[in-house]
T-cell receptor, first 112, second 116 residues
Framework: GENVEQHPSTLSVQEGDSAVIKCTYS??????FPWYKQELGKRPQLIID?????GEKKDQRIAVTLNKTAKHFSLHITETQPEDSAVYFC???????????FGKGTSLLVTP | NAGVTQTPKFQVLKTGQSMTLQCAQD?????MSWYRQDPGMGLRLIHY???????DQGEVPNGYNVSRSTTEDFPLRLLSAAPSQTSVYFC???????????????FGEGSRLTVL
């Protein structure tokens, strides 16, 4: 099945710095790549997603890039704020279907 | 809309007991799924369903059963609980993103299960 690798597992940045989280996937049929944010004790929530026919997508301080040839995609957060501290998960769908496989998560800590 | 509702929020079982985690959504979503979340392991797909009467296995299906008799409900059954099934369980649903794309998954609040 689909294998999604995510790095790093933990990331600490100072407020105002940028944060980058990287993921690779194995299923060449994957065509949908979302990112979820999970605050402590809460449910995961979608922050941004990208389809395979797009190379980059941006939403205010958050951007995602996709390299289909290399099978990797990345999340970029600029001008980080303490409220960005959370666990972030990347995911990819299997066989172009609806089932999502998630990476193991990155715990981001933004210090003031 | 209540969104995705899971019950119970907390449960303690003894090894060998059975139980059902309930999941209901009121958004008329065709796709529903169950994940388990363990420290350092991310979210792992247990079972999913693309519509009433249709279910399929995910990455970690062993020890779990599901059924989908209605669009709204997708219960997860543990037939004989084991300590390895101690986890936080999330139910999620989506209507799809248009065309063949999955779209946003809406998660329930989670159910914390402890098996002694």
């Amino acid at each position: 099945g689909e294998n999604v690798e995510q790095h790093p597992s933990t990331l600490s940045v100072q407020e105002g710095d940028s944060a980058v989280i990287k993921c690779t996937y194995s299923d060449s049929a994957s065509n949908y790549f979302p990112w979820y944010k999970q605050e402590l004790g809460k449910r995961p929530q979608l922050i941004i997603d990208i389809r395979s026919n797009v190379g980059e997508k941006k939403d205010q301080r958050i951007a995602v890039t996709l390299n289909k040839t290399a099978k990797h995609f990345s999340l970029h957060i600029t001008e980080t704020q303490p409220e960005d501290s959370a666990v972030y998960f990347c995911a990819a769908n299997s066989n172009s279907g609806y089932a999502l496989n998630f990476g193991k998560g990155t715990s981001l800590l933004v210090t003031p | 809309n209540a969104g995705v509702t899971q019950t119970p929020k907390f449960q303690v079982l003894k090894t060998g007991q059975s139980m059902t985690l309930q999941c209901a959504q009121d958004m008329n979503h065709e796709y529903m799924s169950w994940y388990r979340q363990d420290p350092g392991m991310g979210l792992r797909l247990i079972h999913y369903s693309v519509g009433a009467g249709i279910t399929d296995q995910g990455e970690v299906p062993n020890g779990y059963n599901v059924s989908r008799s209605t669009t709204e409900d997708f219960p997860l059954r543990l037939l004989s609980a084991a300590p390895s099934q101690t986890s936080v369980y999330f139910c999620a649903s989506t209507k799809g993103g248009g065309g063949a794309y999955p779209g946003e998954l809406f998660f329930g609040e989670g159910s914390r299960l402890t098996v002694l």
